[in-house]
């Protein structure tokens, strides 16, 4: 069985500092990692995703995350945080082959003026 | 075009009501999904169409029933439901009938209220 573990439920940073949110998982065949971002009142949007090969993914809004194999992991990383970056954050893998994302309970980043 | 769209915004219904939720997207897309997301929870798969044809029901109960009437609107007919039920229902789509590495758009959801 597989599962993602997101340990951070909220994490509150100042604007203009850099954030990680952690996200590990939990898989016994190969998957598809993916980091989402849901804004209030909307539905979700892919920020970025690791499919194969290089295991640093950008997004085009300055985030990046970095698959590490060996520790299992797919942290979420942005240099500097802007207001608008306050959203809820979820990590997910797909099983290689099926339509079900497994989500993690997400990390709700707050940025403070 | 990369956007789902879903109608309404916003549904209160009694529990003997019938309602309908509906889902559109124009991106040629051969799969959609129905999840159910609960306040400060992650969304939960309900189905999975795939080419029209109903391919996953996670033991979804039968109060809800989905319907893909072609391979652009999917619908989830509501009949019966409990105060429980009450959530934000999100509709998604990926371009592959397969799964796997495709990415799932999702739309602004429906947030249903069930007195």
């Known amino acids: 069985a597989q599962s993602v573990t997101q340990l951070d439920s909220q994490v509150p940073v100042f604007e203009e500092a850099p954030v990680e949110l952690r996200c590990n998982y939990s898989?016994?065949?190969?998957?598809?990692l993916f980091w989402y971002v849901q804004y209030p009142n909307q539905g979700l949007q892919l920020l970025l995703k690791?499919?194969?090969?290089?295991?640093l993914v950008e997004s085009i809004n300055g985030f990046e995350a970095e698959f590490n194999k060996s520790q299992t992991s797919f942290h979420l990383r942005k240099p500097s945080v802007h207001i608008s970056d306050t959203a809820e954050y979820f990590c997910a893998v797909i099983p290689s082959g099926t339509y079900k994302y497994i989500f993690g309970t997400g990390t709700r980043l707050k940025v403070l003026a | 075009d990369t956007e789902v769209t879903q109608t309404p915004k916003h549904l209160v219904m009694g529990m003997t009501n019938k309602k309908s939720l509906k889902c559109e997207q124009h991106m040629g897309h051969r799969a959609m999904y129905w999840y159910k997301q609960k306040a400060k929870k992650p969304p939960e798969l309900m189905f999975v169409y795939s080419y029209e044809k109903l391919s996953i029901n996670e033991s979804v109960p039968s109060r809800f029933s989905p319907e893909c009437p072609n391979s652009s609107l999917l619908n989830l007919h509501l009949h019966a439901l409990q105060p429980e039920d009450s959530a934000l229902y999100l509709c998604a789509s990926s371009q592959s009938g397969t799964g796997g590495t495709d990415t799932q758009y999702f739309g602004p959801g429906t947030r249903l209220t069930v007195l």
């Open positions: 898989s016994s065949v190969s998957v598809y």
């Open positions: 690791y499919l194969s090969g290089s295991t």
